[in-house]
């Protein structure tokens, strides 16, 4: 996929930014331009980020292939930089400027998500202490990372070329492994909802076959 063009980054009035707008840091298919124009987003201005905290890391381990954020595993060394594995410890990504309006569309469609406050700093150097993050909700999240769609891998790559993201982080995401064509494997959807929904509907199928064999 080739890059898209830069475009103007829109200015912001202090007033309307201080009063209403939301900073919103995104390091999934929401650094994308595609994804936002789909989406109905057209965000105030968007810059490039990372997160603050060191013991935090970019996995692929929501529910479908795709990314979230989570603390680094008991024992890892909070190094920032890549991670072995396909995961990058302390992460890039894009922090745009929202309106409430335009949150609310984002919120509607980040299903299984769930909303925190992380610090941020842009690559300015600007601390954003409260930036919104979108995060996997603890049922959602896999049991292990797996590799990534190939649409939703390119979607980050669209979105961190089109924002300048650093080229290391580029170059891993260039890296990273992509799930071959066509149906995705069972593990894709190995998290604790769908366990709890099998074992759900097991107790049901047996609970209805024992009505019925009392019958």
Request: with cysteine; hydrophobic share 45%; aromatic share 6%.
């Amino acid at each position: 996929m080739q890059p898209l063009p830069p475009r103007p980054v829109p200015a912001i009035p202090a007033a309307a930014a201080a009063a209403d707008a939301v900073r919103c840091f995104a390091f999934g298919a929401n650094m994308s331009p595609t994804t936002l124009a789909k989406r109905g987003v057209m965000p105030l201005a968007s810059e490039p980020a990372l997160v603050e905290d060191v013991t935090l890391e970019l996995s692929f381990s929501h529910r479908g292939g795709y990314a979230t954020l989570q603390k680094l595993a008991a024992g890892s060394s909070p190094v920032p930089g890549p991670a072995l594995g396909p995961a990058w410890r302390q992460p890039h990504g894009v922090l745009h400027t929202l309106t409430p309006a335009d949150l609310q569309r984002l919120t509607s469609r980040e299903v299984g998500y769930r909303q925190i406050r992380l610090a941020v700093r842009t690559y300015d150097g600007q601390p954003v202490p409260a930036a919104l993050v979108f995060v996997s909700s603890p049922l959602l999240r896999l049991y292990r990372p797996v590799p990534l769609p190939r649409r939703y891998l390119d979607l980050l790559l669209e979105g961190a070329r089109h924002h300048g993201l650093d080229s290391d982080y580029i170059a891993w995401l260039e890296s990273l492994e992509a799930a071959p064509p066509g149906p995705l494997d069972a593990c894709y959807d190995a998290c604790p909802a769908n366990t709890l929904a099998k074992l759900l509907a097991a107790g049901a199928a047996g609970a209805v076959a024992l009505a019925a064999a009392r019958m």
